[in-house]
């Protein structure tokens, strides 16, 4: 029964991203507070981009920011894990701000939850940690997010060459969302195999290591790095929904497993009903 609540809640889910109004919601959300734009249109980008500005500021993605913000309060999101920082960081942060007016008495006496509206990032770059860190100070945002540094390391999952982070923060996140970090902040070699190699797409196996600590309902999003999220649906065990939207180019999955008790409940009664 809960099982199928979250599938039908995940489909529905789907059908409201695609029918995003992305200048209304940003004008609504005020998202102009956060970064000002007259472009509400997806960049293309030279297929060289990111290997040639590793280490530089991107040019903001902002239908997929808008897409992120929207997702986090849809699913009245209270704790993210973020891998890979930057101006995603500020958007969650502000959409756990907005979900913090509106749902924190219910949640407080109907949930248990630790790390209320907080957004644990973790990423491999000294200089985009901090880049992050000012631009959350400037708007605010900076007593809903933590970022820490973490090196990211070659390795072997299951026989299979990926990476992984070294440290991850000790939190039960509801929305995982993935956008890192570099490949290129990965470190080492195995087999004569690294990731410094610009044809190679990213994998890791941070979450495999951490999914049997999942609550049913969690949900991940991963930007682009469509090799990462295949890697994923290869080698998750447990009843995981997957959906690729090669439009947005982002991968989604929901943990539909039975409930682990009243209080599992409680969770997905309040995140499917709208």
């Given amino acids: 029964m809960i099982s199928s609540k979250l599938k039908k809640s995940f489909t529905t889910l789907i059908k409201q991203i695609n029918k995003i109004d992305y200048k209304k919601y940003y004008l609504d959300n005020n998202l102009d507070n956060i970064l000002k734009t007259k472009q509400f249109k997806k960049i293309e980008f030279k297929p060289n981009y990111?290997?040639?500005?590793?280490?530089?500021k991107y040019e903001p993605q902002i239908l997929d920011l808008i897409r992120l913000h929207f997702?986090?309060?849809?699913?009245?999101?209270?704790?993210?894990?973020?891998?890979g920082c930057g101006n995603s960081t500020l958007f969650l942060s502000d959409a756990l701000k907005q979900n913090k007016k509106?749902?924190?008495?219910?949640?407080?006496?109907?949930?248990?939850k630790?790390?209320?509206?907080?957004?644990h990032s973790v990423d491999s770059n000294y200089k985009y940690i901090k880049l992050t860190k000012d631009k959350l100070k400037k708007k605010k945002l900076d007593k809903f997010s933590k970022i820490i540094f973490s090196r990211s390391n070659i390795t072997k999952y299951m026989g299979n060459i990926t990476s992984e982070l070294y440290r991850l923060p000790d939190i039960s996140p509801d929305f995982i969302y993935i956008?890192?970090?570099?490949r290129k902040d990965v470190l080492g070699e195995?087999?004569?195999?690294?990731?410094?190699?610009?044809?190679?797409?990213?994998t890791s196996c941070d979450i495999l290591?951490?999914?049997?600590?999942?609550?049913?309902?969690?949900?991940?999003?991963?930007?682009?790095?469509?090799?990462?999220?295949?890697?994923?649906k290869k080698n998750l065990k447990?009843?995981?929904?997957?959906?690729?939207?090669?439009?947005?180019?982002?991968?989604?999955?929901?943990?539909?497993?039975?409930?682990?008790?009243?209080?599992?409940?409680?969770?997905?009664?309040?995140?499917?009903?709208?």
């Fill in 50 to 56: 990111i290997s040639d500005n590793f280490n530089k």
């Fill in 71 to 83: 997702i986090a309060k849809y699913m009245k999101t209270m704790t993210i894990l973020e891998l």
């Fill in 102 to 112: 509106k749902f924190s008495i219910y949640i407080k006496k109907n949930l248990r």
């Fill in 114 to 119: 630790k790390n209320l509206f907080e957004i």
């Fill in 179 to 182: 956008d890192g970090p570099h």
């Fill in 190 to 202: 195995v087999d004569g195999i690294s990731f410094k190699n610009d044809d190679r797409p990213l």
């Fill in 209 to 232: 290591k951490i999914e049997n600590l999942l609550i049913p309902g969690t949900l991940i999003l991963i930007d682009g790095l469509t090799n990462y999220s295949l890697f994923l």
């Fill in 238 to 274: 447990r009843n995981w929904t997957y959906k690729r939207l090669e439009k947005e180019d982002i991968s989604l999955f929901q943990l539909c497993d039975h409930s682990l008790g009243y209080l599992n409940d409680r969770y997905i009664k309040f995140i499917t009903e709208k």
